[in-house]
């Protein structure tokens, strides 16, 4: 499978970089957005989903955003202007939409007319919050999730570590 690397500018001029694997055919793409300190080299799944698509002439396009990594340098356009320490450890999702905006009006300067959103683990959160807020989402085809995130879980296993569990109470009496 071949990957270009390519960038783009998001509205408040940070640059962003992606791995797009181009299909012939130019019509169809899955954008996907990675999850909580993730990124596009290092998960692995993630082109073995490319390489099925590409046999079913779609393009895959999987991209950096204000949450990739822990804790990551991107800098703003111009280059030399200056970088703002962003990662998952200082990411906020109401930001997430300004990301994903900036790669669907990239996909669609190359004329692509099918665009699927993909979300992997706590992407699959910025996926459907793209969905209500985002500026494109009346241009989204479909949108994928991949093993969602579950909010209820990650804080009742947050929780159950402190003092608090270890007393006997429950989450339902701390709210």
Do not use: C
């Amino acid at each position: 499978m071949k990957y270009t690397f390519v960038q783009t500018n998001t509205s408040d001029d940070l640059i962003l970089s992606g791995l797009f694997s181009e299909n012939n055919y130019k019509k169809k793409v899955v954008l996907h957005i990675h999850g909580y300190e993730g990124d596009f080299y290092t998960n692995k799944f993630i082109h073995s989903i490319a390489e099925s698509l590409d046999t079913n002439d779609y393009s895959f396009l999987t991209v950096q955003h204000r949450g990739t990594g822990a804790e990551s340098e991107i800098y703003h356009y111009p280059y030399g202007s200056g970088g703002i320490k962003l990662g998952s450890h200082y990411e906020k999702l109401e930001d997430a939409h300004i990301d994903i905006s900036a790669w669907i009006k990239f996909l669609k300067s190359l004329g692509y007319q099918e665009i699927i959103l993909q979300g992997h683990s706590l992407g699959t959160l910025k996926v459907v919050r793209y969905m209500y807020e985002g500026e494109y989402r009346d241009q989204i085809e479909k949108v994928i999730l991949l093993a969602p995130f579950d909010k209820n879980f990650e804080i009742k296993s947050a929780f159950e570590k402190t003092e608090f569990f270890k007393n006997g109470k429950s989450l339902q009496e701390m709210i």
